[in-house]
């Protein structure tokens, strides 16, 4: 059964830097696209960004794009947001999520971002 573990959220002041882990097992994860999703209170599901099966090619939401960064290390079956000059607004529940073209689909359990002064 595939699984995902995120990891790395916490508090951080506005300016701030961190960097969320997603871990990855019981899946082929060469085969399968990973993106990030956040949810921040009171909103709905937010993309975040996505990076392809074999790294090759990337894509941000506007607000993420210049800040954060996706990445992925096949040999470990990890995946990365690093979110640099984090505002307030970033605030949210972020989520790992990978799926692949047979519709398999898993997520992670979330990890909470906190932006506050």
């Known amino acids: 059964q595939g699984q995902l573990v995120e990891s790395g959220g916490g508090l951080v002041q506005p300016g701030g830097s961190l960097r969320l882990s997603c871990a990855a097992s019981?899946?082929?994860?060469?085969?399968?696209?990973m993106n990030w999703y956040r949810r921040a209170p009171g909103k709905e599901h937010e993309f975040v960004a996505h990076?392809?099966?074999?790294?090759?090619?990337?894509l941000y939401a506007d607000f993420a794009r210049g800040r954060f960064t996706i990445s992925r290390d096949d040999a470990e079956n990890m995946g990365y947001l690093q979110m640099n000059n984090l505002k307030l607004e970033d605030t949210a529940v972020y989520f790992c999520?990978?799926?692949?073209?047979?519709?398999?689909?898993?997520w992670g359990q979330g990890t909470q971002v906190t932006v506050s002064s």
């Open positions: 999520n990978m799926n692949s073209e047979d519709a398999s689909d898993y």
């Open positions: 019981g899946f082929p994860f060469t085969e399968y696209v």
């Open positions: 990076i392809s099966s074999t790294g090759g090619s990337t």
